[in-house]
């Protein structure tokens, strides 16, 4: 039984998507903050030059005979020049009226004496930068207001702005590719812890209880502390309810094996045909609770062993003859003939009590559901892998039951009349599935059943 879990979206992709938006978003206000600091330096630096230009033509003002002159110093243009030949404007108002230069210029009011204003504006369809200082000169009688206003195109300054911006632009992608590295490292190492758990557990077998024993990070600790107790819980209750099984059938068996002595003693003596009967019918329920409590035993058992399961080198062929020994007496009463056929060794890396137990109950099968006077061949042999083949002259299996015959307490429509619990294959299922081998049923051609245990 495979559960699915309930999925809903993914921790890496989210973890990876925040570090790069995140990324992204430092990337883009990065870009604009240096940008519009860029953009306020090369402005201010535009402003101190034309702020110097307007001073110094303002300075070389001076009034004669009443009539405002200026007299150029030649620095105040010359510091304007720009590699990308901006143009440069100037207008000079006398108390508002237009003295010389660019009437279309815009003009700022200020007030003398007051700081050197600055503008942006339009002119000539092209963007300017205007910079306007006003002064009083004072003559005999004479008291005016000269104001100097000087302007320059800002094909410069954008040509700076646009190396700043594409190289700001070059470093924030650079920046933000390193964030993308950065954050998928990051993102992987934080996953690791959380995929080698993943790992650790879905690697380890159905039956293995045991607790997590790998550190984890801080935060995942509840997470496996829980599990583990969990496991722990499990592990202790399987356990238990195995003891109680075992203990169970065992307390069982040996009152009905008194039980079952005193019954055939009873029909020695009993001579009225009915009673000999009912006891009969007593000795056999007797003998099918017994069986019934051994079968549980050993499923038991077997389980429990499974779980645990500890291979050492053994030696399939000498199990089988061991067993063969032991069945013999029983073969007998039916006069079956065991026949073993085998290589000289065939080594395997097995817990030899479930190879025991489960090729007894093969072999224990053939018995009982062979006919008198017949042959039962054992087969053991190291290729493809381990194996061994239990053939009987019997009936064979049920073919409409044949697939579901190693089911828990299921038995074949052909075990009326024989004792028994229905536990025999599925313990050897059991152990061929513990030792990564399988089971399987067939009925031979020529009639009888055939069993093979692979490992
Ligand atoms: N060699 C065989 N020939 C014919 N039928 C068989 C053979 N072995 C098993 N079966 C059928 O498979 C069924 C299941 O076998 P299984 O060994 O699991 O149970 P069982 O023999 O009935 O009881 P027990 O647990 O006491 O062994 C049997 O009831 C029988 O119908
Ligand atoms: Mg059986």
């Not at 049923?441 to 692979?454: H, Y």
Request: charged share 20%; hydrophobic share 45%; proline share 4%.
């Amino acid at each position: 039984m495979r559960e699915t879990a309930n999925v809903s979206g993914s921790l890496r992709a989210r973890l990876a998507l925040t570090l790069i938006g995140g990324a992204a978003g430092i990337s883009i206000l990065m870009f604009v903050v240096v940008r519009s600091y860029a953009a306020q330096i090369a402005q201010q630096g535009q402003d101190r030059i034309l702020e110097a230009s307007v001073t110094s033509i303002l300075d070389a003002a001076i009034l004669r005979d009443g009539v405002v002159e200026v007299d150029f110093p030649y620095a105040a243009f010359a510091i304007l020049g720009t590699e990308e030949d901006d143009r440069v404007f100037y207008a000079i108002h006398q108390d508002g009226a237009l003295l010389s230069g660019y009437e279309s210029l815009p003009v700022v009011p200020a007030r003398a004496g007051a700081e050197v204003t600055h503008v942006s504006g339009e002119m000539r369809g092209a963007s300017i930068r205007l910079a306007s200082a006003s002064r009083i000169l004072v003559g005999a009688d004479l008291r005016t207001q000269v104001t100097v206003s000087v302007a320059q195109t800002r094909d410069a300054l954008q040509v700076t702005l646009n190396r700043i911006s594409s190289n700001v632009a070059y470093y924030g992608v650079g920046f933000f590719l390193l964030s993308v590295l950065v954050a998928s490292w990051a993102t992987s190492t934080t996953i690791r812890p959380l995929e080698r758990l993943t790992h650790s557990i879905t690697r380890r077998g159905p039956k293995d209880l045991t607790p997590v024993a790998q550190p984890v990070p801080q935060e995942m600790g509840p997470l496996v502390s829980s599990l583990n107790n969990f496991m722990a819980r499990l592990s202790t209750s399987l356990s238990q309810s195995e003891d109680f099984i075992a203990e169970a059938a065992h307390r069982v068996r040996t009152p009905l094996a008194t039980v079952r002595s005193h019954a055939e003693t009873t029909l020695q003596r009993v001579e009225r045909e009915d009673n000999r009967q009912a006891l009969r019918a007593m000795v056999r329920a007797i003998d099918e609770s017994s069986r019934a409590a051994g079968q549980l035993l050993d499923h038991a058992m077997i389980t429990f062993r499974t779980d645990h399961l500890e291979r050492e080198a053994l030696d399939l062929v000498a199990i089988v003859q061991d067993l063969v020994i032991r069945l013999t007496p029983i073969a007998e009463m039916k006069d079956i003939a065991l026949t073993v056929v085998s290589d000289a060794e065939v080594n395997v890396a097995a817990d030899s009590i479930l190879l025991q137990n489960a090729l007894r109950n093969l072999v224990d099968n053939a018995l009982k559901y062979s006919p008198v006077e017949s042959e039962i061949v054992i087969t053991v042999s190291a290729s493809p892998s381990p194996r061994v083949l239990v053939e009987d002259e019997g009936p064979g299996f049920p073919p409409d039951q044949i697939n579901n015959l190693a089911t828990r307490f299921l038995r074949g429509t052909n075990a009326t009349g024989t004792i028994g619990s229905g536990l025999g294959l599925t313990i050897a299922q059991d152990v061929a599935q513990a030792h990564g081998g399988t089971l399987s049923l067939e009925n031979r051609p020529e009639g009888g059943a055939c069993v093979t245990f692979s490992l």
